[in-house]
C-alpha cells in the first residue's frame, strides 16, 4: 500500500542544511497498524507529513497505493489525500467556530456529498464513536478526549484507506488517551491502515510494528508483540 | 457549499464583533461616501444628455479680437448666421437662435401679476430640436405668430389655477398682448437652459438683430457629419458677415466660430453670459479623485484585517486543507466571504448614501438625487462598482490566506505571515497618505477662501444693499424711485446701474476718437448714476467724478479703470476724446483696478458711463441694523409704484459670496469626504492596533515582567506608526502640493503654499493614530503578565 524507497527530506535556509529524513525505506501493507517512534527532532513528523502527502520529498520515491506520487502537485496530493487518508494530531485541530457536525462533516463537503449523505454519514460515525449527543457543541464545550474523539470522527467520516495520527494521545490523560487508542484499535481492526507517530511505549504496544528513526534514519523495525514480550522478560 | 462559507462567516463575526464590525462599518462608509459623490458626478454628467438629439446638437460660440485687447469669447454669436449656415452648410439638418429681451418683465392677465426672468424669443424651430413635451398646445406651429407664447407649466401656474386654463388666453407683457399657443413641462434641473416663456423671435425689433452676437444659436447637424467642417464654413461665412454689414465698417474685428457640444456645455463652457451658472470639470475630477481615494482607504481597511486576521485563521486554513481543500477552493471561500462583506456594506451604503444626500443637499445647495443610481447607467455603474470592491478586497487576502503553510498551522505553530506584513505596512501608508493629502488639501483651500473673502476688493462691501433686476416700470420711474428711497431714514444714498457682482456686462470695443481703431481696448462697460462710485467708495486716482445732472456728463463722458488707461497707452490720458461704437466724449477720470468681477480673473479693463434712468439693479447705502423692518419699508415703496414686482434684495456682501459658491461646495464636501477618509483610516488604525495588541500579548508580558515601563511600551507599540506617518506624509505631501498648486491656479488672486500645514497634517494623522495605538498599549499594560504568557 505504501512503499519508500530510500526517501529524503532536506530542509534549506540561507545558512543552514538540515537533512530530516535520510534515504528512508520501507513498506507498509494494507490493513496494518505501524507505530513511528524516535527521539524528537528525529524525522517522525517529517516522514508523517510526507506519508500524508501534506509534503514532496527533496529525493527517493514514494509510493502511494502503487503510484509514484513524490513529484505530484499540490493539487494531485490534494486529490488523493481528500479521498484515502484522514489524519488525527495531538492538538485536534479542531476548527472553534464550527459545531461537532460540521467539524466532522467538512471532509465530505470537500469530496462533493449531497447535504442528505452527509447528514446519513455524519451521524453515522457520531454514533458509532459515542458522540453523538454533542453534535450540536462547539469545541471549545468539549473535554480533550472528547475534542479528539470529534477528530477521529472526522478522520473517518470519509472511510479513508489510511489514518496518520500524529500524537493522538499526547494532550489527553490515560483514560481518554486509552479510550483513544481502543478506538483507532477498532478501526484497525475492521480493516483500516494506521500509521502513529507517537512518544508513547503504552500507545505503541496497539501497533503490530514499530519503525524506529534516529537523526533522520531507520534504527530498527521491530514487531511489537517482541518488544513487548522482550521488555517484559527484561 | 456556499451555504457553508456563509455559516463559518457568519460564525467569525461573532466571535470577533468588533473587528467584523470595522470592516463592514468602514467598507459601508467608504461605499456610501462614494456613491453620493458619483451621484453628483453623474448628475453633473446627465446635463443636456437627455434631449433626443443630444449627439446632434451644437452651440455656436464666437471668439471675438477687438482693437488690441484680449479675445473675447461667448456662447452666443450674430443673428444671420443660422440662416446663412442652414443655406450654405448642407452637414446642418436644422438650427434654432433665441435671445432673451425683456429684463424681468411682469406678466399680467387679467388682475393677476408677476414677474417672470428669463422670457425667450426663439426661431419656431426651437421644438424641433430640444424634444420638450407639450401638455397643451401644438409643438409644430406653437411659435410661427410674433404674438405667440409659450409658458412652462409653473410659469402658468403662478397666472392661472389650473395650467392648462392658460391656453389660448392673451397675457400682457410689459403691456404687450401675447397670445398663449402652449403649456409645456418644466425644464428640467439637468440642463444649461433656463427660461419661464418663450416667444416668437418675429416679435423682437430689428434694431436686437443688426449687430452684435446677442443670439443662442444651436445646430443640429446630420448624422455623420463632421462637426470640424463645419467650424470651417462658419468661420467663413461670419467674417463674410461681418464684411458685408455697413455698421461694423471701420471696426476691424476678427471672430471666430466654434461648435460646442450641448451635452459639454455645463462642464466645459465656463463662459460669460451663459443662460445660468455652469459646473465645473475641474470640481467633477476633484471629486472623482476623491471617490476612488476613499474607497482605497476602504478596500485597503478590509485588506490589512483580513490578512492580519490570518494569523488568527491560519489554523482554520490548515485544518481545511488537510481535510481535502484545494487551493481554489478556498480562494473561493475568502473570495464569496468578500461578496457577502461588500453585499452588506453596500446595503448599509445605500442608506448612509440616502442620508448624506438629504444633509448635503440641504446644507450646501447641491442637487443630490439617489434616484440616480437606479437609472440604468447607475446601474451599471454600481454593479461594477460592486464587482471592482468584491475583487479588490478579497483577492490578496484569497491568495494570501490559500498559501499559508499547512505543516506549520496543523502543528500548532503560530503564522506570523512577515511578507504579508510589509504589504499591509505599505497599505498603511498608502491610506495615511490619503488621508494627509485629504486634509491638507482642505487646509489650502480654506485658506484661500478666506483669503478670498477677507481681500479688499477696492470698494465697499459692506451696508450696501442691491435691489437686483428691478422691473421695466420700476427701471423707468427711476428718479421718483430714488428720491422716495433716500427719504427713508436707514438710507444713506440710492445709485442705479448695469453693474452686477456676478452679472454679465457689456463688452466692447474703446477707442480715441478719430484714431484707427486698431489701437482700441477691449472693455467691459457700464451705466452708472453719478453717484455710484462714491456709494461705493471707489477711489478715483486722477480726474473727478460725474457731475449730477450735468447735460455734458451723461451718456457722453468716460470713466475708464486705470487697467483700461494703461492697455490704451495713454500718457496724458485726462480729456482724450474717447469712441465707443458711436458715442463719443472726454475722458473725465480714472479709477483705481477695483475688482468688479470674482478673484478668479484679474482686473479687466473697464468703461463707465453716466445715465440717469433705466437700471436693472439700485445700490443703497444703508445703516447698520435689523435688515426686516428695512426690508419691509423698501418693499413697500417698491410695490406703491410696480405691486407686481416680487423684490430680490440682499446684501452685496451675500451677491459676492456666492460668486464662491461653487469653491464654498467645494469645500464643503471636501471637509465631510476629509473627515470620512479619516474615520475610515483610524477605524483601520483601530483594528489594526487591536490586533496587533493581541497578537502581542506574550511579548507584552515579557518585557512588563522585566520591567518595561507604560512609557516604554508605548513606545514599543507607536514606533512603527510614527515611521509609516513620515513615509506617508513623504509621498503625499508633494501630490498634494502639485494638485492643489493647480487648483489655486484658478485664481488670479491667491495665497503661497506653507509647507508648514503639511507637516500639520501629518501630525494631526500622527496624533489621531497614536491616540488610538497608545490606548491599546494601556489595555494590554493594566492586564496581568502572567495570563499574557500563556497565550500561543
Not at chain 1, 37 to 46: H, I, Y
Not at chain 2, 148 to 154: F, I, K, M, P
Not at chain 2, 518 to 538: A, H, K, P, R, W
Not at chain 2, 687 to 715: D, M, Y
Request: aromatic share 10%; hydrophobic share 45%; with cysteine.
Amino acid at each position: 500500500m505504501i512503499k519508500t524507497i530510500e526517501l529524503t527530506k532536506v530542509f534549506r535556509t540561507e545558512e543552514v542544511e538540515t537533512t530530516a529524513l535520510n534515504k528512508v525505506s520501507f513498506e507498509i501493507r494494507e490493513g496494518e497498524f505501524v507505530a513511528i517512534m524516535g527521539p524528537s527532532g528525529c524525522g517522525k513528523s517529517t516522514l508523517l507529513n510526507i506519508l500524508g502527502l501534506l509534503d514532496n520529498p527533496t529525493g527517493g520515491q514514494y509510493n502511494f497505493l502503487d503510484k509514484e506520487v513524490s513529484g505530484y502537485s499540490e493539487k494531485q496530493r490534494a486529490n488523493l489525500r481528500k479521498r484515502n487518508i484522514g489524519f488525527v494530531f495531538q492538538n485536534f485541530n479542531l476548527i472553534d467556530e464550527l459545531s461537532v457536525f460540521e467539524n466532522v462533516e467538512l471532509p465530505l463537503i470537500y469530496l462533493g456529498y449531497s447535504a442528505s449523505e452527509r447528514k446519513k454519514r455524519v451521524e453515522e460515525v457520531l454514533e458509532q464513536m459515542q458522540i453523538m449527543h454533542r453534535k450540536n457543541h462547539f469545541p471549545l464545550q468539549l473535554s480533550g478526549g472528547q475534542q479528539q474523539r470529534v477528530a477521529v470522527c472526522r478522520a473517518v467520516v470519509a472511510k479513508p484507506h489510511i489514518i496518520l495520527a500524529d500524537e493522538p494521545t499526547g494532550n489527553l490523560d490515560s483514560t481518554h488517551g486509552d479510550e483513544v487508542m481502543n478506538m483507532l484499535e477498532t478501526l484497525n481492526k475492521n480493516g483500516t491502515t494506521i500509521i502513529m507517530v507517537t512518544h508513547s511505549q503504552r500507545d505503541a504496544s496497539y501497533s503490530q510494528r514499530i519503525i524506529r528513526l534516529f537523526d533522520g534514519q531507520i534504527v530498527t523495525e521491530d514487531k511489537t508483540t517482541e518488544f513487548v514480550l522482550t521488555a517484559a522478560a527484561q | 457549499m456556499l451555504f457553508h462559507y456563509i455559516r463559518n462567516l457568519f460564525r467569525n463575526f461573532q466571535k470577533q464583533k468588533a473587528n467584523a464590525l470595522i470592516n463592514i462599518l468602514g467598507l459601508a462608509l467608504g461605499i456610501g461616501v462614494t456613491l453620493l459623490i458619483w451621484v453628483f458626478l453623474l448628475h453633473e454628467f446627465s446635463y443636456d444628455r437627455f434631449w433626443e438629439h443630444h449627439d446632434r446638437i451644437y452651440r455656436i460660440h464666437t471668439e471675438i479680437q477687438l482693437g488690441r485687447g484680449k479675445p473675447l469669447e461667448v456662447p452666443t454669436t450674430f443673428y444671420p448666421i443660422s440662416e446663412l449656415a442652414m443655406r450654405e452648410i448642407p452637414e446642418i439638418e436644422n438650427a434654432v437662435r433665441f435671445t432673451s429681451y425683456y429684463m424681468n418683465p411682469a406678466f399680467s392677465y387679467e388682475d393677476r401679476s408677476v414677474n417672470l426672468p428669463g422670457v425667450i424669443f426663439s426661431d419656431s424651430t426651437f421644438f424641433d430640436i430640444y424634444s420638450i413635451d407639450f401638455i397643451a398646445g401644438n409643438r409644430h406651429d406653437a411659435l410661427s405668430d410674433p404674438g405667440s407664447l409659450v409658458l412652462t407649466e409653473s410659469s402658468a401656474q403662478l397666472l392661472f389655477a389650473d395650467p392648462l386654463d392658460a391656453l389660448y388666453r392673451v397675457v400682457q407683457i410689459q403691456d404687450e398682448p401675447f397670445h398663449v399657443t402652449g403649456i409645456i413641462e418644466d425644464l428640467p434641473e439637468n440642463t444649461h437652459l433656463s427660461f419661464s416663456a418663450l416667444g416668437s423671435e418675429a416679435f423682437l425689433p430689428e434694431q436686437v438683430k443688426v449687430s452684435g452676437t446677442n443670439f443662442y444659436t444651436y445646430l443640429l447637424l446630420h448624422p455623420d457629419a463632421d462637426p470640424s467642417k463645419v467650424e470651417e464654413k462658419l468661420y467663413e461665412i461670419s467674417n463674410r458677415h461681418i464684411a458685408e454689414n455697413p455698421l461694423y465698417e471701420g471696426l476691424l474685428f476678427e471672430t471666430e466660430l466654434s461648435l460646442m457640444p450641448v451635452g459639454d456645455i455645463h462642464l466645459r463652457s465656463g463662459l460669460m453670459w451663459e443662460m445660468r451658472d455652469n459646473g465645473s470639470i475641474r470640481t467633477v475630477y476633484l471629486f472623482g479623485f476623491l471617490s476612488v481615494f476613499i474607497l482605497f482607504v476602504a478596500i485597503i481597511n478590509y485588506i490589512n484585517l483580513a490578512t492580519a486576521r490570518s494569523t488568527l485563521r491560519s489554523k482554520e486554513i490548515g485544518i481545511r486543507k488537510v481535510s481535502g481543500a484545494h487551493r481554489a477552493t478556498l480562494i473561493k471561500q475568502v473570495m464569496t466571504e468578500s461578496f457577502i462583506v461588500s453585499l452588506i456594506a453596500f446595503m448599509l451604503a445605500f442608506v448612509l448614501t440616502e442620508l448624506l444626500a438629504g444633509y448635503f443637499s440641504h446644507n450646501f445647495n447641491l442637487y443630490l438625487q439617489s434616484s440616480l443610481l437606479f437609472r440604468l447607467e447607475g446601474i451599471f455603474a454600481i454593479t461594477g462598482f460592486f464587482i471592482l470592491t468584491v475583487i479588490l478586497s478579497g483577492l490578496y487576502p484569497a491568495f494570501y490566506l490559500s498559501s499559508i503553510d499547512t505543516i506549520k498551522t496543523i502543528r500548532g505553530e503560530p503564522h506570523r505571515g512577515r511578507k504579508g506584513q510589509i504589504f499591509r505596512r505599505a497599505l498603511v501608508v498608502f491610506q495615511f497618505a490619503i488621508t494627509i493629502f485629504v486634509i491638507s488639501s482642505l487646509m489650502v483651500i480654506t485658506r484661500q477662501m478666506h483669503y478670498v473673502r477677507d481681500y479688499d476688493l477696492g470698494f465697499d462691501k459692506e451696508e450696501v444693499l442691491v435691489i437686483r433686476n428691478v422691473s421695466s416700470r420700476l427701471a423707468q420711474s427711476y428718479a421718483s424711485l430714488k428720491a422716495e428711497l433716500e427719504s427713508h431714514s436707514r438710507i444713506k444714498s440710492v445709485a442705479g446701474s448695469t453693474y452686477m457682482f456676478d452679472g454679465n456686462n457689456r463688452v466692447d470695443l474703446v477707442a480715441e476718437d478719430g484714431v484707427s481703431k486698431e489701437s482700441g481696448v477691449t472693455c467691459e462697460i457700464i451705466y452708472v448714476d453719478y453717484g455710484f462710485l462714491d456709494l461705493m467708495n471707489i477711489e478715483i486716482e486722477e480726474g473727478r467724478n460725474f457731475h449730477a445732472d450735468s447735460e455734458m456728463d451723461i451718456n457722453s463722458a468716460f470713466i475708464l479703470n486705470r487697467q483700461a488707461v494703461d492697455a490704451l497707452g495713454f500718457d496724458e490720458p485726462l480729456n482724450k476724446t474717447l469712441d465707443l461704437f458711436g458715442v463719443t466724449g472726454p475722458l473725465i477720470g480714472i479709477t483705481t483696478n477695483f475688482h468688479f468681477k470674482s478673484l478668479h480673473q484679474t482686473v479687466e479693463p473697464m468703461a463707465m458711463i453716466y445715465f440717469s434712468s433705466g437700471f436693472p439693479h439700485l445700490y443703497l447705502k444703508v445703516t447698520p441694523g435689523d435688515m426686516v423692518p428695512l426690508h419691509h419699508d423698501i418693499t413697500a415703496m417698491l410695490h406703491s409704484i410696480d405691486p407686481s414686482y416680487v423684490p430680490d434684495i440682499e446684501y452685496l456682501e451675500q451677491t459676492i459670496n456666492m460668486v464662491y459658491q461653487q469653491e464654498n461646495q467645494t469645500a464643503g464636501l471636501l471637509s465631510a469626504g476629509a473627515v470620512l477618509a479619516f474615520v475610515i483610516a483610524l477605524l483601520g488604525v483601530y483594528g489594526l492596533a487591536a490586533f496587533s495588541a493581541e497578537r502581542r500579548t506574550k511579548e507584552t508580558g515579557i518585557r512588563i515582567i522585566l520591567g518595561a515601563g507604560l512609557n516604554q511600551l508605548l513606545w514599543t507599540f507607536n514606533r512603527e506608526s510614527v515611521l509609516l506617518v513620515i513615509l506617508a506624509l513623504l509621498v503625499a505631501a508633494p501630490v498634494s502640493w502639485v494638485v492643489m498648486d493647480q487648483w489655486l491656479g484658478s485664481f488670479a488672486y491667491r495665497i503661497v503654499i506653507n509647507p508648514l500645514w503639511f507637516l500639520l497634517s501629518g501630525f494631526i494623522v500622527l496624533l489621531m493614530s497614536s491616540a488610538i495605538i497608545s490606548a491599546q498599549a494601556w489595555i494590554v499594560k493594566r492586564s496581568n503578565p502572567v495570563n499574557s504568557l500563556r497565550s500561543e
